[in-house]
């Protein structure tokens, strides 16, 4: 015969299910997916970069000495030769400027020609960590990540084993919020999917 749970048993199961739920709210965050992406680099900040290359001087700093300030064209990863077309086009984007008006480092690269090497240096991080609801994240409809990092960019155009221009940018510091909405939820892939064959 069925016997109803005691009172007395109820109340220690809803206890147990609230602390369980409490439990799962106070860790949901940690539960949230998180990326990071680096290209492979001897610096650890757009700073530290920055101040390296700085050290890198027009007509005076030699292959070698780039090489030991963290900056080796043969050795490095994510580092691109740019042939020579594309180089002219780097260095001298605009037309309208005159050829005299250029930088002194820039004119020797381009009357040198395929003597002239240029390299570009692409060093950073980036991290990506999902915030906001688990729930609403864990069943795709809505899903926001914060995505942190730099990113540095270094130009180096080279004549017989020494520098003739040098120039750098990038991104400092990055800050930047990725919000995603799927009405559909979990359905979501599915709808698309549907109204691709619809269009067809």
Known sequence: MFRRPSRHFATRCAALALLLAAMLTAGCAGMLPRADNEARSPFDSYAAAASAFDRILGH?????????????PAASANVTVIPY?????????DPGVPFEALDPGIRECLLARQACQAYEFRFGREASRR????????????????VTGWHFNGLVAVRDEVVLFRSYGGEPHGDRVERQVNPLGPLQPAGEAAGQLLRR
């Open 60 to 72: 005076e700093t030699t292959v070698a000495q780039m090489r030991a300030l963290g900056f080796d």
């Open 85 to 93: 077309p594309q180089l002219t086009a780097r260095l001298s984007p």
């Open 131 to 146: 915030e906001g609801n688990f729930l609403l994240d864990f069943l795709n409809f809505r899903r926001t990540a914060r």
